[in-house]
């Protein structure tokens, strides 16, 4: 009977030992589960930490509307670095290096420092109080750029002017050229004919020497005894003269008892405009002379009450400059004003150097202290010279019955004369003396001259003041 049931003990054998291995293979199974779902779950922290120091559970809901529209090969956040380097690109021009975000927002904000820095003070970004902002700097530095192309253009076209008008004056110049040249032309062939006549004389004293001596005696004695009728005649004349100018300077004292005479001076008080209109804001004033009248930019003039005389020392309630000028009008800046005594419409200007319908003529003589600091100025003459030229005066080296007006300075410093121990040391002590003599003597005869013609003499402060040139002249 045993032998009989092993076979099917086997089998139960079998089956024990193959439920035991499959409850083992559960068991491992389990336990590899188990440690699988804890890495997992362990994984599933981690990454819920991750998530959470990413965006917080809102911020992940609203990531779509918060980020926008999202390239599908990127992550958002992915699409929120690539939007950060798309603005680092905008904001510098290139692309950022292969950086964190926190070192991209710190080159920015370094490059932001160096643009406020470059900026400098004067720009306006001081007012704001979080920064001005790079587009609100560009806009800044484009109206800046904006002002200076118009500043530009504007230089521009006076510069274009000013070439009109060096064309117009070059081709008067080259008028006047020719016009020289044909004159030259006409003296060169009077000249021809004075040359030829000579030639003829030449020959014909050549041909007749003795003759021509002998009629030359006889004109030179001829010459002689008129010129001893003439002296005689002068003499009587001279004589005469004498007692005609006592004559007259005895009338002159008289007339002056019963009606004195004008004053030398009484051209200088003469008005060569008004003022038309003022605008106190932009402290300029409109007058009633322009081209026409010969007005150019640069001329000053002082500016008197319409209705109150004009001072014997010029001193004016205000000096102006022209620095615009229509055909029948100007505009010119208040360079210096009295407050007390503020410019009115219809006050008088008035320049001593310039005229609209005439030249006139100066002679300058002495020293000059041109800018009033209280020292004789080297080159004041010259200066004095310049600036009446400079507005169509004419400088005269003398005076005469023609002259205009006499600008005269402090006399000329008199060495001393020289000694022998001077002149040796010094070779040119003595040429410096006699300089300086002459230039004294010079000094005497024009104000003698002035004095004997009645021809107004002022000095130079009086002459600032009559041509408004007090305060640009300190300057």
Not at 75 to 100: C, F, H, K, N, R
Not at 352 to 361: C, E, G, K, M, P
């Amino acid at each position: 009977m045993a032998v009989a049931r092993q076979p099917q003990s086997n089998a139960m054998l079998y089956t024990v030992i193959t439920f035991v291995a499959l409850f083992l293979i559960a068991a491992i199974l389990a336990v590899v589960f188990y440690l699988k779902s804890e890495e997992w779950r362990n994984l599933h922290q981690d990454t819920q930490a991750e998530i959470a120091n990413l965006a917080s559970a809102k911020e992940l809901r609203s990531l779509p509307a918060f980020i926008g529209a999202k390239d599908r090969r990127l992550s958002y956040l992915g699409q929120t670095v690539d939007y950060l380097d798309q603005s680092y690109q905008i904001l510098t021009g290139s692309l950022p290096a292969e950086t964190s975000a926190e070192a991209k927002l710190l080159d920015l904000k370094a490059k932001y420092a160096d643009l406020l820095v470059s900026a400098g003070e004067g720009m306006g970004f001081a007012t704001d109080a979080n920064g001005p902002g790079t587009f609100r700097i560009i806009m800044v530095y484009k109206n800046k750029l904006d002002q200076k192309k118009q500043t530009a253009n504007q230089l521009t076209q006076q510069l274009d002017d000013l070439h009109a008008e060096y064309d117009l004056a070059r081709k008067a110049g080259m008028e006047k050229e020719q016009e020289l040249l044909l004159q030259i032309g006409t003296e060169q062939t009077k000249a021809d004919s004075v040359q030829e006549s000579y030639n003829q004389l030449r020959d014909l004293m050549d041909k007749k020497t003795t003759e021509q001596v002998q009629m030359l005696m006889a004109q030179r004695d001829e010459a002689i005894d008129e010129k001893s009728s003439t002296k005689q005649e002068l003499l009587a004349t001279l004589s005469k003269l004498n007692i005609t100018q006592r004559r007259m300077q005895d009338a002159l004292g008289k007339l002056d008892i019963i009606k004195p005479r004008p004053k030398e001076d009484v051209a200088a008080y003469k008005p060569d405009g008004n003022i038309i209109t003022i605008e106190t804001s932009s402290n300029i004033v409109f007058l009633n002379i322009g081209s026409k009248d010969k007005v150019y930019p640069g001329l000053t003039f002082s500016v008197y009450d319409r209705n109150a005389p004009i001072p014997t020392d010029g001193k004016g309630k205000a000096e102006i400059e022209v620095f615009d000028v229509d055909q029948n009008t100007s505009v010119a800046r208040i360079m210096k004003s009295a407050k007390r005594n503020p410019i009115m419409e219809d006050d008088i200007i008035v320049n001593l150097i310039w005229d609209s319908r005439a030249t006139n003529s100066f002679v300058v003589a002495g020293e000059f202290d041109f800018d009033g600091d209280g020292a004789v100025d080297s080159d004041g003459t010259t200066k004095v010279k310049q600036l009446i030229e400079n507005w169509d005066g004419r400088v005269e080296t003398a005076v005469t019955i023609d002259t205009d007006f006499v600008v005269l300075g402090s006399p000329p410093r008199l060495l001393s004369k020289p000694g022998y121990d001077v002149i040796e040391s010094d070779p040119m002590a003595m040429d410096k003396y006699e300089d300086s003599l002459k230039a004294y003597d010079a000094y005497r005869e024009v104000k003698l001259q002035a004095k004997d013609l009645y021809v107004p003499v002022f000095g130079i402060r009086r002459f600032f003041n009559f041509i408004g040139y007090e305060s640009m002249a300190s300057r």
